[in-house]
């Protein structure tokens, strides 16, 4: 029994040595970044209906009566039905503790991307004139935002490849095959710009502009880890 304790200790010590003496590969990590800037050409308003009253039915029918008009310029603006989206509805009751009474508010979210900036006037316009009266925001968008994702990996990878190559230059060595590629971080800042409103074209005579889409960045963060030759 105590002979083949002394083995396994024996096997064990031998593999511990092995594995110690096993050279590592040297190697040189770096973070690449990837950055792609374009304009947008689509938009995504995000619109509501909000009513207040005495009454629950009272509050429901007025946006139901509001929400299908808006549904109907929709409609005539042709807008797929596959680009307008009922984001949430809810009725609730509020106390009000001076009165002593119950209001009811009922209010309806709709997102609605627009793929023409062109028609933006018109749309928000039309929106308003149809009972739309509250306006959560605009979110700027790309139709070819899977080919800037990839273009901006490109860049990343090309970006960690050129740092590796500067730090192995340094010490007078060049760098290998990639062994690791992580991504960190792939976003789209919200950098658009946009103004409600802003008549700065009446004085030209031009017609009334009220956003200025500005443009998106596309950015994209890797790790990579290259040999060192």
Known sequence: MKKAILILVAMTTVGLQAQNNKQINPSVSVTGEGLVKVVPDQVLIN???????????EVKQKND?????????????????KDVRTEYLN???NYNYQT?????????SVSI???????????????????INRIDGVQFKSSKMEEYMSEARIKAILNAKQKAGEYAGAIDQEIGKAIHISET???VPPRPMFKMMAADTIESGGAEQTIATGELEIKVTVNVAFELN
């Open 185 to 187: 971080t792939a976003s």
């Open 100 to 108: 002593k009474e119950y209001r009811y508010v009922a209010n309806q």
């Open 113 to 131: 991307l627009l793929r023409d900036l062109n028609k933006y006037e018109e749309l928000s316009q039309g929106l308003v004139s149809s009972g």
């Open 47 to 57: 619109v509501r209906v909000e009513h207040e009253g005495n009454s629950a039915s």
């Open 65 to 81: 009566e509001s929400i299908s008009q808006v549904f109907s310029f929709l409609k005539k603006m042709k807008i797929d039905k």
């Open 91 to 93: 009725l609730r009751k």
